[in-house]
């Protein structure tokens, strides 16, 4: 089975520009979380989603916004880039709402901003 | 508020060694932990899970950790290193706050293997 995707890979972005990253989870999970994680430090937790609706948010700024398709599928937005964002953007999937759960998470989107 | 302390950023272990890679956990509940590694320019893979089933909990790789509530620590080791375990080691907790459970993460080790 495919585990959770991710594109693009790599993206090249230049201040004030705005950004789509996309995730597809495990087949049949139905929640996709969201990690930013900047160059030696761990992942920092951005948005949950789960049956399509937001679940949980962390302490990022109203530039960042995420939502989840029918499919499951998710994407995340972020307006107005600033050069701190540039990190390594990480979406993980999990069965369930993910108390407890498993999350597998994609190959991340490494974002630099310029 | 949970949090989780690794203790050393930087651990470096000759092959065959025995790894150990230090982790503490704050919580006012009976956490759900997690060992997550990372090799350079990829994801996060997880290791092992703890769920409060055992307290010694086996993972893949040779990998295993312990939970011990007493010291709010669950420290990861591997009896032999390999040079194939050289990557950043990640430990985490699930935030229980608001019925969430998004992850959160220590800083992070990272495992140096020489020859």
């Known amino acids: 089975d495919a585990g959770v995707t991710q594109s693009p890979t790599h993206l090249i972005k230049t201040r004030g520009q705005h950004v789509t990253l996309r995730c597809s989870p495990i087949?049949?999970?139905?929640?996709v979380s969201w990690y930013q994680q900047v160059l030696g430090q761990g992942p920092q937790f951005i948005f949950q989603?789960?049956?399509?609706?937001?679940?949980g948010r962390g302490n990022f700024p109203d530039r960042f916004s995420a939502r989840q398709f029918p499919n499951y599928s998710s994407e995340l937005n972020v307006n107005a880039l600033l050069l701190g964002d540039s990190a390594l953007y990480l979406c993980?999937?999990?069965?369930?709402?993910?108390?407890?759960?498993?999350?597998?998470f994609g190959p991340g989107t490494r974002l630099l901003v310029l | 508020a949970q949090s989780v302390t690794q203790l050393g950023s930087h651990v470096s272990v000759s092959e065959g060694a025995l790894v150990l890679l230090r982790c503490n956990y704050s919580?006012?509940?009976?956490?759900?932990l997690f060992w997550y590694v990372q090799y350079p320019n990829q994801g996060l893979q997880l290791l092992l899970k703890?769920?409060?089933?055992?307290?010694l909990v086996k993972g893949i790789n040779g990998f295993e950790a312990e939970f011990k509530k007493s010291e709010t620590s669950f420290h990861l080791t591997k009896p032999s290193a390999h040079m194939s375990d050289a990557a950043e080691y990640f430990c985490?907790?699930?935030?229980?706050?608001?019925?969430?459970?998004?992850?959160?993460f220590g800083k992070g080790t990272k495992l140096s293997v020489k020859p």
């Open positions: 993980a999937s999990s069965l369930l709402a993910p108390i407890g759960e498993t999350q597998y």
């Open positions: 087949s049949g999970h139905k929640s």
């Open positions: 989603y789960y049956e399509k609706e937001e679940r």
């Open positions: 919580s006012s509940v009976p956490p759900y």
């Open positions: 703890y769920t409060s089933a055992a307290t």
């Open positions: 985490a907790v699930s935030d229980l706050k608001g019925s969430q459970g998004n992850l959160i």
